[in-house]
């Protein structure tokens, strides 16, 4: 919406660049941001703004975002029209699948996919048109294990339960920072705002860190354990719930499977014997397994910091076994799930479903099983290096930079220039897009309509919003879905010398009956049966993503269900209301919305039983002697690419190692000294801060930077261009049951450089 005072309009819009989806007021006037301040009447943020969102306007303004398809040839850039690049496109992946074969191409999905329509909508019709399975993206560098253990338990890998921090009353998070992040996988503005009033409700909350971070320092407890030692560590805890007769899983006891199993597995991982591998003590972990226990309620939250290690998908699992048996799954104030307004209505849901399956092929190198048909990101640049029949020649990469953010960047940016074709769909030209052979710009955020269908089904209240354009596309721009689907054209062989725009809207007819035939076609949707050409005649103009969220809403949890349901949400309700709208706390969805084939929650998983014997035996290693290294984020960064706004980039350099100062003192080592970080894989100069906040023997690093490639087209950031953590990480250490790279707990040396 765009409301005028003089010749300025302020413009109301969904901040699309981390998962908090804060409300933003954007002033502008000719097609310039004025001001871009929180919007005080967003339903959700109620004014909340981090720097990032206040820097969306310089973002959106970065001259160096490319504005034109770039295409390369040797070293040298071009700008060409869209038609060539779109051509040179058709031919080079067309040219691989001829030759080859269509596993001889692939594609990687990266972050920003997630925050945008054209990637939620449509990255499956891209994926669907190439006809690979290798198919990669950031997911198995982040939260992987977490679709594993939720697949597994629940039956559907996105029925992820989300934390009810404005109900709850005990509150116990591992490895996650929200006052950095501002949460993940538990969609909420203003996360310290939040924490500040749960214990403004006389309400704890304890945070599990080998750092004593920003959000540790504002908890009531802070237990700083060692890197790696979470799935030891929330056994323990459960242990302890059984041992002192602590279980009480409530509502839902009679729809939980394996509550016997799970005892009796986690019965030799008692707190005594683990603690000395967690580095907290037994009688802590006993005195938190009863407080949590006792409190009147409590949720148990773990993100990256679990996921991220060599037991991301056994930690992932034992959280949500802890909320389950005392009885803090799916209860207001536990661990809950959410009703997007965009999920399906279903009148009376039933247990049960098909449940969820992995390893139904597996990669070409090293075996490893697909996961939500997916093979690890570790595993790409063997893929493309190892000769044999489906080697992968042509990668496609959308909105990521994998040489910056996964394991081994340099043996992947040297597999990434031996590929006979890539294109990459990105506003930059970075580390990873200089490989590419053609680079096909998306319009800067505020060109583009924007309603969050990923993490709107993470948030914890159920609330929709839909942002329209603020600004018209620049020039003879492309917006992405169109790009998206222009390639889909291209790889389905649809007739050639018929106009780009005409080949989109075909492949957008296409997708929609699609959308709308799995509805009318599903027994239990109220619209089975349905005509489905009528019901896209109704939803008429606009085509591409509006029309499929107008779909998605109408048939939505609240939606009017094409008459059914007069006065309910549609897309239109949603233009009339540019602050949103708010659909009240989460309810509580189970037994009913469970997918397993029994119907039933599962609490012990025979395929994380079986891991807990690695769990064990690593136990039985002892303490490694010598450093290990994480990562970490910071407020005004995300991931690799925002470091060429320079509104971000001011204060002192972040790319620094963190070393405990007694840790330094041993490695002969001074604040602000330049230090060599050495792993089995690689190794790394930056400049050391010792910091007493950081666990002794535990070295950070924060990840996404490692500009100092000539080759990039980054001004503002190759001024403090920072070094590539992932150069530290290994391709051959992943969790193996997600695949998820192990970038936490990296063992390390540290020197003088
Ligand atoms: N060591 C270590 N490594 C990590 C992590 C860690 O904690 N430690 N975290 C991991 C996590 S959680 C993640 S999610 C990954 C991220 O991994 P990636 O997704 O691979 O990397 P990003 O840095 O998010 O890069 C985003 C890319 O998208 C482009 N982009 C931005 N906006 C748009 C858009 O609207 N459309 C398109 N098409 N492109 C766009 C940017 O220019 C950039 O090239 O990194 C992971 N890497
Ligand atoms: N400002 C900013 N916000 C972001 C991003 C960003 O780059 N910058 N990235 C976005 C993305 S893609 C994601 S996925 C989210 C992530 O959001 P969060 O999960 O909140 O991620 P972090 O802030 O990295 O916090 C992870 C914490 O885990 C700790 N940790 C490391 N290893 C371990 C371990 O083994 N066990 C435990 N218990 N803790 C450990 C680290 O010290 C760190 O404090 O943030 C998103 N938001
Ligand atoms: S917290 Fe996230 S969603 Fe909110 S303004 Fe900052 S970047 Fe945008
Ligand atoms: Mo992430």
Request: negative net charge; proline residues 8%.
């Amino acid at each position: 919406m765009v409301t005028s005072s003089d010749s300025a309009s302020t413009a109301y819009r969904t901040c699309p660049l981390c998962e908090a989806t804060c409300g933003l007021a954007i002033e502008h006037r000719d097609g310039k941001v004025l001001r871009v301040r929180g919007d005080a009447d967003d339903v959700f943020s109620k004014g909340f703004i981090c720097p990032k969102g206040a820097a969306l306007g310089e973002l959106n303004e970065d001259p160096d975002r490319l504005r034109r398809p770039l295409k390369r040839t040797g070293d040298r850039w071009e700008e060409v029209s869209w038609s060539e690049a779109f051509a040179a496109v058709d031919a080079g992946l067309n040219r691989v699948a001829q030759q080859y074969n269509r596993q001889a191409l692939a594609i990687y999905l990266g972050n920003p996919s997630a925050h945008n329509l054209s990637g939620t909508l449509y990255n499956r019709a891209l994926i669907k048109a190439l006809g690979t399975r290798n198919v990669f993206s950031a997911s198995t560098v982040d939260q992987m294990p977490k679709h594993l253990s939720s697949g597994l338990m629940f039956g559907a890998p996105l029925m992820i339960p989300v934390p009810d921090v404005d109900r709850t009353s005990y509150m116990l998070m591992l490895g996650a920072n929200p006052w950095v992040s501002n949460g993940s996988l538990a969609t909420a503005p203003d996360w310290p705002g939040r924490l500040r009033a749960l214990r403004k409700r006389q309400g704890r909350f304890v945070v599990v860190d080998p750092v004593r971070t920003q959000t540790a320092a504002h908890a009531d407890e802070h237990v700083a354990l060692r890197p790696g030692a979470d799935a030891w560590f929330l056994a323990a805890i459960i242990h302890t719930i059984f041992d002192e007769g602590l279980a009480r899983p409530g509502r839902l006891a009679e729809a939980m499977n394996g509550r016997a199993e799970l005892e009796a597995a986690l019965k030799p991982l008692a707190p005594e014997r683990v603690a000395d591998a967690t580095g907290a003590d037994a009688t802590t972990i006993r005195r938190l397994a009863r407080e949590f226990a006792a409190a009147e309620r409590a949720v148990c939250y773990g993100r990256i910091g679990t996921c991220t290690q060599r037991f991301g998908s056994l930690a992932s699992w034992l959280v949500d076994a802890l909320n389950a048996i005392t009885g803090r799954l799916d209860e207001p104030g536990g661990a809950m799930f959410p009703t997007p307004a965009h999920e399906p209505r279903r009148a009376t849901p039933t247990p049960g479903g098909r449940g969820f399956d992995v390893g139904r092929w597996n990669s070409r190198v090293r075996g490893a099983p697909e996961v939500l048909g997916e093979f690890p990101v570790a595993a790409l640049a063997e893929e493309i290096t190892t000769e044999g029949e489906h080697q992968i020649r042509a990668l496609v990469t959308v909105a990521g930079n994998p040489v910056l953010s996964t394991p081994d960047g340099d043996a992947l940016a040297s597999a990434l220039s031996r590929l006979d074709f890539m294109v990459s769909i990105d506003p930059y030209l970075n580390e990873t897009t200089r490989h590419a052979d053609i680079i096909l710009p998306p319009p800067p955020p505020l060109s583009r309509t924007h309603y969050d269908v990923s993490f709107y089904g993470f948030a914890i209240r159920n609330v929709a919003n839909f942002s329209p354009a603020v600004m018209p596309l620049p020039g003879d721009g492309w917006p992405e879905w169109k790009i998206q689907l222009r390639l889909v054209a291209g790889l389905s062989g649809l007739a050639a010398g018929v106009d780009d725009q005409q080949h989109v809207a075909q492949v957008d007819d296409f997708v929609c009956r699609q959308v709308v035939g799995r509805e009318v076609r599903d027994p239990a949707s109220p619209l089975n049966g349905r005509d489905p050409e009528a019901l896209i005649a109704e939803l008429g103009e606009p085509r591409g993503p509006e029309r499929l969220v107008d779909f998605l809403l109408r048939a939505g949890a609240y939606g009017d269900g094409f008459g059914a349901h007069p006065g309910g949400l549609r897309l239109q309700t949603l233009e009339d209301n540019p602050h949103g709208i708010d659909f009240g706390p989460l309810v509580s969805k189970l037994p009913g919305a469970l997918k397993t084939p029994s119907g039933r929650i599962e609490l012990a998983p025979p395929a994380f039983i079986e891991d807990l014997s690695r769990l064990e035996a690593a136990l039985d290693e002892g303490d490694s002697p010598g450093l290990v290294l994480i990562g970490r984020r910071h407020l005004r960064s995300n991931n690799s690419w925002m470091h060429n706004v320079p509104g971000l980039m001011t204060g002192r350099p972040r790319c620094t190692a963190l070393i405990h100062p007694d840790d330094a003192k041993e490695a002969g080592i001074t604040d602000g000294q330049t230090v060599r970080v050495r792993s089995a894989t690689g190794e790394v100069t930056v400049v050391a801060e010792l910091d007493p906040s950081i666990r002794r023997g535990v070295v950070s690093l924060p990840h996404g930077w490692g500009h100092s490639d000539e080759h990039a087209r980054l001004r503002v950031a190759a001024r403090t261009p920072g070094t590539n953590t992932n150069i530290l990480a290994s391709r051959h250490q992943i969790d193996p049951l997600s695949g998820n790279s192990v970038l936490n707990g990296i063992p390390v040396s540290l020197g003088v450089a």
